[in-house]
């Protein structure tokens, strides 16, 4: 494979399609492997790496192995994949893999009186740290290279695949002075990127997965919210800790613990004489958790000092207790109290790659040393959840499917553990996070499949989960189960689905009180709108368009303006689309139709009035698609010779459709599709001008039209 230099104008789409490939060119397991993974930028280089690390080092295969009968006994979780920085001082990759598996040999699985068992796969290994040679002596350098030329030397007895990240001056060097090593190369993986200076000690890294733009709908069509709900997506309760929720389309508050936070660079040099030590001395102790533990300590914040001492001290406790040999049942103890703590940290909005990790895999040794704690099930719970956070962690995006996957593993096992007579709290509370998790995975593959399983799981957390014994965990996951039903109405039995999603959004209603919680009320009543304006596109239109408006309006009475402006603005969209939609029914009386469009016409202003006035904040509905959609109210109320309108009043209808239309056909430059049909708008109002008011009402439109497309306009009058 040519790895020559080479200029790449969608760096994004490219490293992309190389990650792909690396890693599942790991993933496969096979032995003997040399990879040569080539990158400049060590801030890609550190993202790459750490999400390779968190994908593949702890698969939920590899992390919990079931007994297949009663006399096997489970076995501590063994990585897939080990991240080693390079020895500075002595840079030998091979010895350094061998040095930690004659620490960390493969524990033996399946043992039985009968069978003598066997060994767990050799993990891979990838080595970080080369562009760090740079700085060392000549002697050093030469000395690595010439590790290099022995690899073919032992590779008759290197059973383990082997990933090398080095930048392309060390690339060109390995090519020339060990060409040995080379011929060995099973694949090279080259990321593009700028250099990173090797005086660097820390970066900054950027997200690996750029952000996406909205998809366009069809722009004749009325685009509404998709509404999500607020999920009592929990830990257990019986801990001291906070509830987190599921983001909403309103911004997360900062109690939640799914808010965004940086991602810190686990492979970075880290060091400063104001953090709190860890013990050199932790042979006994899983090294990658070691390692992640440092990780987070040397990025921790000040005001953390008290926690990482209690971090420093349950690691201190914990190797105590390998090197006396102590039972499973203390060694469990105190993985779980090391967890717990990394759990708080996420609660308390520090839900960031290392900790989150942390968390997964001291619960994981926990289990492991004693799988019949019985804190065992709710300990799985949290790991599902973990890993569900994993996907909402930045830059995890691009794995969500992977994550969720093993989550509802987790949430699975959880499950065959308990019964809903013997421990009816977790069963609920598993069986409503295994709803929410599904809902996600719904996002990446068959969804129908999904969302029916989905409201299997809200329907079973609700036959526990009742209103006397906990009203707001009943309503939340009636909220829950009515968004499901939602879904799944999209994909069949639409009015019958439909007709279930208000059912559960009601009885969410019954037990959310508007002086109490005012944002959730009014969130569950634009839900029930926008399932009664989905009904009127089967039956009965007028009727279920009229409930839509009502409970849109019900809804706005707590989505202000001052409130939640984006939520406000998401409802008064809906709102104008349902006025919209009622105009033009055929029952409906001429006087009726021109009022409910201009209602239609001031809910799209307000929208759009709000949306312009937030500066870029995340919206739910299309802006561009309601530009075209007020476009077209005014359009009608200037053209529909039914109603009773002075020129005057036509021409400043038109004038609005036109500016609207033209605002919507700007911002669709790279969406050809509805940019045409947008262009077709701006033609059919000039048109419009001259039928209504002249050849000076066309002059008057055109002189609106950018001078660019003029040329394209004139021919089509």
Known sequence: MSVNETTHSDNFAWNRQVYHRLKLALSLGLRRQIFVAVCDDLNLRNQVAARLHSTLAYPVGQVLYQPSNAQEASTPAYPRLVTLRLNLSDPNPVAQINQWLSSYPPPIVGASKDTPGRPLPIPAFQIVGVEQLTRQPVAIQRLFLHYLRLTEQQLSKFESSLLLWVPRPWLYAIQQSAPQFWRYRTGVFVFAGEPTPTTQNKSSPERFSGSRSLELGNVEQSILEESTIPDDFDFPTQKSVNRGHKPQEVPPSKSEILASKPLQEEFTDKASSSITPVPQQLSHINKEL????????????????????????????????????????????????????????????????????????AYQESITHDDNAPQVPDTLNDLGTLYWMLYHTPPNSEEGQAYIEQGIEFYHLALKLISPESHPDTYARVQNNLGTAYGDLARFANPAENWQQAVLAYSEALRLRTSEMEPLKYAACQNNLGTAYWHLAQYNQPVEHLKKAIVAYKLALDYYSPEQEPLKYGMIQNNVGTAYWNIAQYEQPTENLELAIEAYREALKYRTPANVPPACAATQNNLGTAYWHLANQSQTLKEERQKLLEQCVSSYEEALDLAHSLNGMPLSFDLFATHNNLGLAHFQLATDQSFDSDKATRSQHLEAALDNHLQALNGLSKKPDAYQTTFNYVVKTIRAFHNELGIQGQNLALSKVPAQLLPEILPKL
């Not at 533990?293 to 105590?320: P, S």
């Open 290 to 361: 070691t390692e992640l533990v440092l990780a987070t300590i040397n990025t921790a914040i000040a005001e953390n000092d008290d926690q990482n001492l209690q971090v420093k001290q349950i690691l201190e406790e914990i190797e105590e207790l390998h090197a006396q040999q102590a039972s499973g049942m203390k060694l469990a103890a105190a993985y779980h109290q090391l967890g717990n703590l990394y759990r708080l940290r996420i609660e308390q909005g520090h839900s960031n790659l290392e900790n989150l990790m942390v968390a997964i895999l």
